[in-house]
């Protein structure tokens, strides 16, 4: 973590504060094609991170780039309509920045999205999961350097990341929704390419079951500022190795945004139970 992270938390939160008076109890991390749960949100600001001091900007061509401040299922929320990754050529640290101004703004819990390659083979193309644990292969951690206590403790437990009592609403908001909805293991790497055949072999023998380029250095900070996390995937595409085809980043957001409507219904029961 940056030596100066506290004070650009300070700046940019009061950025924030100058377009929106909201107090969010939930903040939203809308990865690749999952940008339309943004517009379900009752708007009171929307905010081009361009406008927000110390924010990087999103590179990618399916995230908007965007932060709406709102409500959405009688909760007020602040939502990053498209996320930064590693891959981009940001640090860790700036990747997971706007976490650290959505916990100042107030919210207390975190639910994030990604759009992420099956690994395994009872899952199918655009099933979701609710993310129960992660193995972080990114090689690089947000928490690494002087820890700032008024951000979090130095040594943070990650018996939980992912909240247990989030993950039941979540899968029995599934279960009454009529909605495939399975639990498990997501694997983080930077990417941007592909793995190759040995690497998902590799990933589903230390036991994941979802792969993406994203999400683990979010749940860190949130987790390291006291944030109760809830994480989705959607599986985009099959990877297995023995019967793997070439996919196009075109059909990745084709089946995310197929799916997103399921999430979509999720995220809303959830939220609707929160207090």
């Known amino acids: 973590m940056t030596h100066h992270e506290w004070e650009h938390v300070q700046e940019a939160t009061q950025a924030v504060r100058t377009r929106w008076s909201g107090t969010p109890l939930v903040g939203i991390v809308l990865g690749t094609g999952l940008g339309a749960l943004a517009g379900e949100i009752d708007a009171e600001a929307t905010i081009p991170y361009p406008e927000i001091p110390h924010f990087p900007r999103s590179t990618v061509e399916s995230h908007k780039g965007q932060l709406v401040c709102g409500t959405l299922a009688g909760q007020s929320v602040v939502a990053m309509e498209g996320r930064f990754h590693l891959y981009e050529g940001y640090t860790a640290a700036q990747v997971t920045f706007p976490i650290r101004v959505m916990k ?31 193995i972080n292969l990114l090689g690089v951690n947000p928490l690494i350097g002087p820890n700032d206590a008024r951000l979090g403790v130095r040594f943070p437990d990650l018996i939980e990341p992912y909240d247990q009592g989030l993950q039941k609403l979540a899968l029995r908001a599934a279960l009454e929704e009529n909605i495939v909805a399975h639990r498990g293991v997501y694997v983080a790497v930077t990417g941007p390419n592909l793995e190759t055949r040995a690497e998902y072999r590799y990933l589903r023998g230390i036991g994941a079951d979802v792969v993406g380029m994203s999400t683990v250095p979010e749940v860190l900070v949130a987790v390291h500022a006291g944030m109760r996390v809830l994480g989705f995937s959607i599986i ?24 997103e409507g399921k999430l979509r219904t999720i995220v809303r029961r959830v939220l609707e139970q929160l207090t």
């Open 104 to 134: 100042e703004l107030g919210c207390r819990y975190l639910v994030v999205s990604n759009a992420g390659g099956g690994l395994n083979p009872m899952h199918a193309k655009g099933d979701l999961m609710v993310i129960d644990d992660h």
């Open 236 to 259: 985009t595409d099959l990877c297995l190795p023995d019967a793997l085809v070439p996919v196009s980043l075109e059909e990745i957001i084709a089946v995310a945004e197929e799916a």
